[in-house]
């Protein structure tokens, strides 16, 4: 039995998600217990790249069928059918599981970070895309406004450019608040499943950075330690308030960022290339999640101030969320990997 598959046979509450909407490696993450997918437009575009013979008859179509559309506009129908035809792929999980699973994530224009009423409108158009839909939309403060209406909308969010405990509860409060609205108008709630991601990895990828830039000298594996303390931190918090928003973790970089969290009940979207190193691997698949980060580790992490910051409750308050170092790289990369994708589109329409 491969690990993945092995993990989630354990510990059926921990669930995979293949981070990809590209079918091949659904496939394959599907046959090693994957229950869902997510997208984002450096996905989109990674898939595009490497399945482009296969999609390039669907581009076409959309500019031949549309011809007053602009590259923007292509490219969402684009994102659309790709997360469209992944979605066929988890749809029998999602009828078996009342919605609790096989859901593939959507995820609004980044440019709309700043902007609670454009990510809510597009939110809904592309819930609308597919029965099993889940949107993705960033934890700025703008996005913990929209969250709430989203939810109450019926739309089950998944929270993303998060890397703090307090994102995290935030989140978790938005969407309480959208659920309520909901069920004092006698809607339903049973078939959502919204998330919070925290990307685990990308924390570390921050602190690294920050740590390099100041000149300072820091035990390398302690900051391999860091994303994992925090997801572990914001979960013991999930689990004693109760939120009915189920953490996620994204962004791989190491060992940790799966075995760390096997046993929880948590989502890990994996990226395919990872699913394949821990597939190989030798690790014992044992509960992991109730183990703490070694506090020697932890101590030390605690005396860098940007750790701080996503490690503590109120390390930030939501008008910093967009400010945040890890913030700022991440929405840069999504906006870099919009703009690549309609450069892409923009290559078959102007011929």
């Not at 659904?26 to 575009?45: Q, R």
């Not at 790249?49 to 129908?77: Q, R, Y």
């Not at 409750?313 to 913030?327: I, M, Q, R, S």
Request: aromatic letters at 10%.
């Amino acid at each position: 039995m491969k690990k993945l598959l092995e993990t989630v046979t354990k510990f059926p509450q921990t669930q995979v998600w293949n981070d990809s909407c590209s079918c091949n490696e659904l496939s394959y993450a599907i046959e090693n217990g994957a229950v869902g997918a997510t997208t984002n437009p450096v996905i989109v575009l990674n898939v595009l790249k490497k399945e482009l013979k296969e999609w390039e008859p669907t581009i076409e179509k959309i500019i031949a069928d549309n011809p007053t559309f602009s590259e923007d506009e292509v490219a969402w129908e684009v994102i659309k059918s790709m997360g469209a035809k992944a979605s066929k792929l988890l749809y029998p999980i999602f009828k078996e599981t009342n919605g609790q699973k096989g859901r593939i994530s959507f995820q609004t224009n980044a440019k709309f970070y700043n902007n609670a009423a454009k990510m809510v409108e597009h939110a809904c158009d592309l819930a609308a895309t597919v029965e099993n839909s889940q949107v993705k939309a960033p934890a700025s403060k703008a996005g913990i406004e929209a969250y709430e209406e989203m939810t109450y909308r019926g739309v089950s969010i998944n929270a993303t450019v998060s890397f703090t405990v307090s994102q995290a509860i935030a989140v978790a409060e938005a969407v309480e608040r959208g659920l309520k609205r909901r069920e004092a108008e006698g809607l339903p709630t049973d078939t959502m499943h919204p998330v919070c991601t925290i990307m685990a990895g990308r924390v570390d990828d921050y602190l690294k950075n920050d740590i390099k830039a100041k000149g300072m000298l820091v035990e390398p594996e302690i900051l391999e330690w860091a994303g994992v303390a925090v997801v572990k931190h914001a979960y013991q918090i999930y689990q004693e308030r109760g939120y009915r928003t189920q953490l996620l973790v994204a962004a791989y970089r190491n060992p940790y960022h799966w075995l760390s969290f096997v046993g929880g009940d948590i989502v890990l979207t994996i990226p395919y290339a990872w699913q394949l190193k821990y597939n190989e691997s030798n690790y014992e698949i044992k509960d992991y999640m109730s183990q703490p980060v070694n506090p020697d580790y932890l101590s030390k992490l605690m005396k860098l101030e940007e750790f701080r910051k996503a490690y503590d409750e109120n390390g930030l308050k939501p008008e910093d969320f967009e400010h945040y170092g890890a913030f700022k790289a991440t929405i840069t990369s999504f906006l870099g990997g919009y703009d690549d994708l309609c450069k892409l589109i923009r290559g078959y329409m102007v011929k």
